[in-house]
Structures are given as structure tokens and as C-alpha cells.
């Protein structure tokens, strides 16, 4: 077989060739990749029954095609092959090539560090915290007074800052909140005072707030827009009083929330 | 370098999307080979209801019974129309099935903690549009609303690959060669009516699986296409263009609708971005959750590779209209607007 009718045999089963490799990617995403970066963890059983049924569909595809490929689905595949390539550090490694200094905003696809189990509580300065997601800490916001809302909590998020919560001594916490998939994340956190006399943390810090809920001043419980974000939600009725604040060990993975429980053990 | 994360953020978003979307776009596409291979059209025209009103409500009812999302059921429909569904339940059932499924019922509830309210009317905006479309559509035939097939593809249903060179044998010879029935609707590979062949399990499961694959081949690329625009105003669109549309009621109607549209979300997962947009009135998150299921870039172009012009003309008007003057009365009659 020459090469043109071995290309011309491999373009007659791009279809087939082309689901296969999709169940492969999406097989390695289930038991191996970087899931959480597209979709909630929860998915997983639903994205592994698709490429088991994809690899049958495009396996029997490849064996005896059925249809001619044209050049849209052609299109269309190599418009996933690159979306993937970019998302799997593609752009990461172009950053790096171009300013030496790769964004650290995306996930890194590669060497992660493995999330570790949570303690029950985090004690600092003699005072145990509950360690808990700012998801499941906007809903004890939400519900008001009662003795979820006086609790010493430990919660974790990026910050984010802007003159005029400057001004006060706020910044705000946040973390993103993966209902089903990554498109559909929004970002859910809280205005954190900082302790009297701490610094402001810088924007962008991966850090954990140790403190309580407190009600927000008269006048100042309105929805607060975090900037650069289109969806997000920033509790009105509460601030979070910090007593303690520390940068931590950041991995991609805890980034986003996936789980929120409504009692302990949090999801943190 | 924000030009490059924005390009990470929209490949990422883009796959999500797409990964999201991707089994239920295989378990439609497997129905409707199910459908296709499995149901014979005689039953279909049996037992269901005729008349407008009873098959629209049967639509609704099926859709109610049905959780699956708006991307699976486009092609399930075609199908489900093809096999002599009365167009008034078929339609109906491709609006409503996405929303008033217990599973988005019960999304849009924890999205807005526990509150009834956007849901219960949710349902209701999306079964009053779903149900003017179904009655609309009852007055006229389905083969009048698919696509024909336009000689694009030869077709039979003998399970074998065409435009391939094997010859055609006399123990393969298609019967009624020449006199059997044209497919009236379907896509690559839409073929004749197993019934008429009648056909083995073994062969009606092969006809099943081509159908399903050619099915889910005609709708994927228009996905990964719907997602990438889908994923581009999310990743370069920037917040403030947003955000401009919560201070007026008349503004944020129609503003979220686009928006909806526009960014493509899953029915089971919009509820809890629309619950993110808390400075927006009540009836403007309400217009945003019922046209998205409804309307959106993905289901555009779907429509457009099934339907013929005129319903792809009359679903991008009739649920827009009817969500922006349900949601604009509501703004009256919601307390303070529902700011």
C-alpha cells in the first residue's frame, strides 16, 4: 500500500480514529488527568461511562465507517486537538517561552501536590478552628444568627483587593465554586477584616483566614462585585473578622470547591 | 501575561463545556438509534395522542418524566418526529424536558437555597412557551418541520458502509430494490424504516449503533463550534459589560436573555450562576434561567442542521418573546420590582 491510499485509508476512518482517541483522552482525564480542571469530581462515573461508550462507537467506526468525513467534523477536530494542547500547558509552556515567567492564574497540569486529609480542627493561638469552604460559610451567613454563625472558623481562598476596601482594612477572600463544570464556576467568598495593625495581604495570595463571622456595619451590607469577575458571590450580610492570616502551600487542585456539606466534617 | 491566561481560560472553558455536554449528547444519540432501529412507526401513531392540546400535553408530561439536558434531546426529537410523534408533543417535549425534569427542579432549588419561588416559575415560563410552540406545531405535519434529507447521502438500512466498494451481491440485494419507500427525513446516515425490513435483533442492533453514530457525529462538531463561542465571551468579554445591565429592569430582561444564550450553560448548572447574579432583579435571573435551556448557541445551530427555516424562525422568537413579556410583567408585580 503506497502512502496516498494508506492517507486516503486513515481520512475515511478520521471519524472513527477520531472518537477513539477523544474516549482515550477522556478515559486518562477519569483515572489519571487533571479532571477537576473542566468538571466537578463528582462527574467522574457519568465521563467514564461516555468513553467507554465512545471507544465502542468510534472502535466499530474505525472497523466499518459510517459516514465520509468532511471537512467541518475535520475542523472540529482539530479544534479540540488544539483546545487541549493549550489547556494541558500549552499556554502555560508558551508563557514561559515568552516572558520566562509562566501565569500562575491556571492550573498546573503537572506535579501537583497531593492533597492532604484535614485535621477536625486547626488550633492557633490556643483557639480551635473549623476548618470549612467559604461556599459552605456563605450559607451559615445567609442563614443569620444561631450557633453555626458564632463559631470560630479557618477557611482558605485567593485575595482579592480594591482601594476602596482598602480604605477599611478589608480585602476579600474567595475561592471558585465548580457546580458541574468549569464554565460554569463562580466565585463565593467573603469581605475579611484584618486583625488591628496586620498588613493587607497582597492580590492574588493563596492564604487561609482564621476568625469569626460578624455582622456587616449598617449601610455597607450590599452586594460587593469582585472585580474581574463576572459571577461571583460576596456575602452582604457578614464580614469575616480575621484573628489570624497565613499564606499557605497552594495546589491548583483546591483552587475550586467541589463539595459542600451542610454539617461537619466541612469540605474545607 | 492576562493574553494568554485568557486564551488558557477559554480552552479550558471550551473543553469543559464540551466534556460536559458530551454524555448526554451520546446517551441522545444512542435513543435516537434505539428509537430509530427499535420503535415502528405504526405503534408511535397508535398510541399516541392526535389532537393539539393532548399531544402538547402529553409533551410537557414526557418532559417532566425525562431529566436530561437540552443538548441530548434536538436530535432525539427529529428522531422521535420521524417515527409519526405528533409534532405538537415532540416540540414541546424538546423545550420543556431540559427544565421541568425533576433534577433541574431540584438544581435550581439548592442554587437558590431552598426557595421554591424561581423555580416554581421557571417551570412555569418554560411550559407556557414550550406549550405555545407544541400548539402551534400540532397544526401541521412533521414531515413539513425536518429537514429532508436532500440526496446527500445515499441510504438503506443493510448496515453496511456506502461509498464503500464492495459490490452489492445478489444475498445482499436490497429489497423492493427501486420500489421501496425514499427516507423523508434524516441526516448521514438516515435509512429506511427497519420495520419495513424486518429485520434481526442482530441487525437491528447495527442499525441502532450507525444511527446513534451518525447522529452524534452530525451534532458533536456543532458543540465543540457552540462551546468555542461560548467560551470566548466568558474568557475575553470583560466583567464591566456585564455588570452594566443590573441597574435598569428593561435593561436586564433582555440583557440576561442574551446573555443566556450567549454563554451556552448546562440546564442542570445555570441556576447557580444565575443565582451568583444577586445584583440583579429577581425577574431578570428568571429570564436568564428560562431562555437558556430554551435558546441557546449550541441548540441554534443544532435546530439549523434539523429543522427547516420556518421552526428554527419560530423557536428563536416565541420562547424570547414569551420569557421577556412574562419576566417584564413579573418585574410589576415582583415587590419592588424585584430589585
Redesign the interface.
Known sequence: MNVRAGVAVLWRRL?GLA?TALAGF?GW?VLAGNYW???NPR?KP??G??AV??AV?GL??VW?????PSL??G??YL??T???C??EG???A??RV??SEP?A??PVPFDQPAATSVPSRLTVGGTDYVPINTGELY?IA?NGHGPAFDRPYAMRGFASRDPALDAKGEFVLYRL?V??????A???GFRVKVPAGAPLPAAGTWLVAYGRLVDAPPGEDK?Y?L???????IA?LALFAAEHLETAAFSPEEAAMFAWHEKEPYAF | ??T??N??????????????A??FL?LGS?ASGLVEAFVPREKVERYLPKGRLPATLFGLALGAATPCCECGVVFLTRRLLAKGVPPGAGLAFMLAAPVVNPVSIA?TLV?F?GDPTMAVWRCVVVALAAGIVGYWAGGRRGETLIKPLLGL?PTCACG??H??DHPHGPAHAHPGNGAAPKPLFGS??EALPVAVLHPSLAKRTETA??H???D??DM??VL??GA?V??AF?AF?P?PV??ALEEHLWLAIPGLMVLAVI?S??S???A??A?????FPEPARLAFLAMGPMLDLKLFLMWRQVFTPRLVRVLLVVPAAVVFAACAVLGFLWPGGGA
Not at chain 1, 466499518?64 to 465520509?68: A, F, H, L, Y
Not at chain 1, 457546580?179 to 460554569?184: G, H, I, Q, R, Y
Not at chain 2, 443565582?275 to 445584583?279: E, M, P
Request: proline letters at 4%; charged letters at 15%.
Open positions: 471519524d472518537m477522556l482525564l480542571m473542566y468538571l462527574f457519568v465521563t461511562a461516555a461508550v465512545l462507537l466499530y467506526a466499518r465507517p459510517v459516514t465520509r467541518g467534523r475542523l472540529c479544534a479540540l488544539v483546545m487541549i493549550l489547556s500549552g499556554t502555560q508558551l508563557s515568552m516572558d501565569f492564574a491556571c450559607d445567609a465554586a457546580w458541574c463544570c468549569f464554565a460554569d463562580t466565585a463565593v452586594e462585585a472585580p474581574k469577575m463576572a459571577f461571583s458571590s452582604p | 501575561m492576562p494568554l491566561a486564551l488558557d481560560l477559554f480552552a479550558q472553558a471550551t473543553l469543559a463545556i464540551v466534556f460536559e458530551l454524555p451520546l444512542v438544581a442554587a437555597r447521502e453496511h458502509d461509498g464503500h448521514l446516515a449503533l450507525r446513534a453514530m451518525a452524534f457525529l458533536a462538531k465543540v463550534f468555542m461560548a467560551a466568558k468579554v466583567t456585564i455588570l454563554l450553560l448546562c442542570q448548572a445555570d447557580f450562576v443565582a451568583s447574579f444577586t445584583s
